[in-house]
């Protein structure tokens, strides 16, 4: 029941998620990206962070109908030309 709930909920609300990610249930949204240092320098986060970030970034920005970036600097890394 909680699924059909959710899986309504996510058709009809617009979801902001404020940190990368939108919850898997979602079916798009605006996501919010502050730094890429995650996958720019892996060496530097530990592994379950490396892992959580490979789950889920991708499959949210491949969802997202808006994404918001903070800063111009993380904008050219994010939007290669």
């Known amino acids: 029941m909680r699924d ?3 899986s309504r909920f996510g058709r009809t609300h ?3 998620g404020p940190n990368y990610f ?4 979602a ?3 605006v996501v ?11 060496d530097m986060h530990p592994a379950d962070r490396r892992a959580h970030f490979e789950r889920r970034f991708a499959r949210s920005l491949a ?3 808006h994404i918001v970036i903070d800063s111009e600097t993380v ?3 994010a ?3």
């Open 79 to 81: 939007l290669p030309r």
């Open 27 to 29: 079916e798009g949204g």
């Open 4 to 6: 059909l709930a959710q």
């Open 63 to 65: 969802i997202a109908g």
């Open 32 to 42: 919010m990206v502050h730094d890429q240092s995650v996958l720019r320098y892996p």
């Open 22 to 25: 939108l919850p898997d249930w």
């Open 75 to 77: 904008r050219r890394e």
């Open 14 to 16: 617009l979801f902001h």
